[in-house]
Nanobody
Framework: HVQLVESGGGSVQAGGSLRLSCAAR????????MGWFRRPPGKEREGIAR????????DYADSVKGRFIISRDNAKNTLYLQMNSLKPEDTATYYC?????????????????WGQGTQVTVS
């Protein structure tokens, strides 16, 4: 079955950087787009970045555009999120996700497989 496991979260000061990873197994990884989502404390989960199957196309939420970079290594079945210039408002639980089909956007409802989440705290 599909498994997504995030790592790399932690605590960082404002202005710092973190790199999240998501190891995927149990399906043909390079035939699906992948996305990163986050849930800030007390708020709804939001889509922040997605990448196409071969990594050639990306899209970002306005809140992270220019600061975060999504990428993937299909040889390692791994998804990444490089987070730079972090702000306190980036504090959230971050999730990687895979869609159920060929969908390649940021609509949460069309993602069917989720990791357990990793906490990022920016102070």
């Amino acid at each position: 079955h599909v498994q997504l496991v995030e790592s790399g979260g932690g605590s960082v000061q404002a202005g710092g950087s973190l790199r999240l990873s998501c190891a995927a197994r149990g399906y043909t990884y390079d035939t699906y787009c992948m996305g990163w989502f986050r849930r800030p404390p007390g708020k709804e989960r939001e889509g922040i970045a997605r990448v196409s199957t071969q990594g050639r196309s990306t899209d970002y939420a306005d809140s992270v555009k220019g600061r975060f970079i999504i990428s993937r290594d299909n040889a390692k079945n791994t998804l990444y999120l490089q987070m730079n210039s972090l702000k306190p408002e980036d504090t959230a639980t971050y999730y990687c996700a895979a869609p159920r089909s060929s969908y390649c956007g940021l609509k949460e409802g069309l993602y069917g497989y989720w990791g357990q989440g990793t906490q990022v705290t920016v102070s």
